[in-house]
């Protein structure tokens, strides 16, 4: 039955194809009759009327009542006139007579005239006097018509054509659909690939160079002067990574949010910016009216210390030549937090700051290359804002200084009532298996007289449960504790199910890989002290 119907549809194709060709043959020599005729009639007409003012040498005379002919006549294309020699006397119209066919002409009948073909829908007549040669074009707008008509009818064809052939084009295009399909899996799988590599070297870079930049902040005997080439490098080398990471993001949710002491925030913040602010002269930071650890807000830490973090860089950049002040100020308008970055550095043009906040807009960035010089910094900034439902404007006096307001509703008050001795519990718990790590934070700890437990595994957490606090004590736990080992997260959930409200997860990892748990806390490889 199959064949049948393979054999009958070939049968009808073949049908319609000869039908067509058969069809078209006659059109095409029906056309070029009645274009002949219409023709022969047209010039013979002319000639008879202007037959006596021809013989009388009046040429010139006649040939231009043929001028009116071109604009009201689809037939008369041009008319040229020659003397004997050949070189041409009177030619008007729109399309050019090539005479070289003149050898093959035929007499149209006893007058004189004659005409040949130069292609296959025109004709030159001709015809002499004992002075001059006239030429004459005739043509039809008729064959574009039939062109049009082939064409329409061409396409009906092959859409018939189409109509019984679609099902044998069914499995090309199945098996098309499937290669792409195939294909773009292999671009996401090397996306992801990339990714994890991005993420991982990321990791690899930002872990050490944070441990030489703890240590380096200690160390009284090196030159200020080289430690403060040091301190840049490391910071260039982190930013790099943090850049390099922040490129190669897959982003298959949206960040999560959980609820964070905006002080706690900004205390990190100034912690990590005040050597790079040292390290530039004549720069002061001036920290004002940062609200207690009670206030909450609604955000995603990383991301949003990242962002408070190119803010701050920008202000500094403004100040390395001339030096100045760069304040932080915080309060409560309308149930909302409102946080103030300001500088008194050298300001930005009005036209420059309407712009601000896109992608690409930077302004006074010297280094073009990297985020900071990009417009990156500030876009992000804003987006980040945004996107934990605050609000995000910049201010700005040439000559006065910049100013950057974020505005976030309020979350939550914590509540600061315990029954607990305080003297009893440690505030900090570490855990990590880094030995290097684990000296620098027992010395920043010691230097502030911070009560700090150190734990190198998460087997010796209960020996010291009388001393923990599920309610006051902070908990920072690394994810990589070693192979074989439990991770920090997976023992950071253990803690979240007893009760435990302070957990910090200390690594070089993107917070991303620990949105699932919005009770965690990212806090990077820096102390919080």
């Not at 030159?124 to 082939?150: A, P, Q």
């Not at 064409?151 to 064809?157: A, D, G, K, S, V």
Request: with cysteine.
């Amino acid at each position: 039955m199959k064949d049948f119907a393979s054999n009958f549809r070939k049968k009808i194709i073949l049908l319609l194809v000869g039908a067509s060709l058969i069809s078209f043959i006659p059109m095409f020599l029906g056309v070029n009759v009645f274009v002949k005729t219409a023709s022969d009639e047209l010039v013979n007409s002319w000639y008879e009327n202007e037959k006596i003012n021809i013989q009388q040498g009046n040429i010139l005379s006649s040939v231009t009542k043929l001028q009116r002919s071109i604009s009201t006549s689809a037939l008369i294309k041009a008319v040229k006139v020659t003397d004997q020699l050949g070189r041409e006397m009177v030619y008007f119209g729109n399309k050019e007579i090539d005479i070289k066919g003149e050898s093959s002409k035929v007499q149209v009948n006893g007058n004189g005239i004659a005409y040949f073909r130069p292609n296959f829908y025109e004709y030159i007549y001709s015809f002499s006097t004992d002075n001059v040669k006239v030429y004459i074009l005739t043509g039809s707008l008729l064959s574009l018509y039939l062109l049009i008509g082939i064409l329409f009818y061409l396409i009906c064809l092959l859409t018939f054509f189409g109509f019984f052939v679609r099902r044998e084009t069914v499995t090309e295009e199945k098996i098309k659909s499937e290669v792409e399909i195939n294909r773009i899996a292999l671009n996401l799988k090397m996306s992801e690939k990339i990714n994890v590599l991005a993420t991982q070297v990321s990791h690899d870079i930002r872990s050490p160079t944070e441990t030489l930049k703890m240590i380096l902040e200690d160390i009284d005997t090196i030159p200020e002067s080289k430690l403060t080439v040091i301190m840049h490098s490391l910071q260039r080398i982190n930013d790099i990574a943090s850049d390099l990471l922040f490129k190669n993001k897959i982003y298959t949710k949206e960040l999560s949010l959980s609820s964070e002491a905006l002080s706690d925030i900004l205390s990190l913040l100034v912690v990590e910016k005040a050597p790079l602010i040292k390290a530039v002269n004549n720069v002061i930071l001036d920290n004002r009216n940062i609200l207690s650890r009670q206030v909450q807000v609604k955000v995603n830490k990383a991301e949003f210390f990242r962002s408070l973090s190119n803010i701050l860089n920008n202000s500094i950049e403004a100040l390395s030549k001339k030096g100045g002040t760069i304040y932080l100020q915080t309060g409560i308008v309308d149930q909302k937090v409102v946080l103030e970055i300001g500088d008194d550095g050298h300001g930005i043009p009005p036209e420059i700051l309407k712009l601000l906040g896109e992608k690409g807009i930077s302004y006074g960035k010297e280094d073009k290359a990297s985020e900071s010089g990009s417009g990156l910094g500030i876009y992000h900034a804003k987006k980040t804002v945004e996107s934990f439902n605050g609000e995000f404007t910049i201010e700005s006096v040439v000559g006065k200084g910049t100013v950057i307001k974020i505005t976030l509703p309020i979350f939550s008050v914590e509540s600061s009532v315990s029954q607990d001795n305080e003297a009893d519990f440690y505030e900090y718990v570490y855990i990590d298996n880094d030995k290097i790590l684990q000296l620098v934070w027992e010395r920043k700890a010691s230097l502030k007289n911070i009560r700090l437990l150190i734990l190198k595994s998460t087997s010796d957490f209960d020996k010291h449960l009388k001393n923990i606090s599920k309610d006051k004590t902070r908990i920072y736990l690394d994810s990589d504790l070693g192979e074989g080992r439990m991770r920090g997260e997976e023992f950071a959930a253990i803690l979240h199910e007893k009760g435990y409200k302070h957990l910090y997860i200390a690594t070089s990892y993107d917070a991303t890989m620990f949105s699932n748990l919005p009770w965690l806390n990212h806090s990077g490889k820096k102390t919080p002290f």
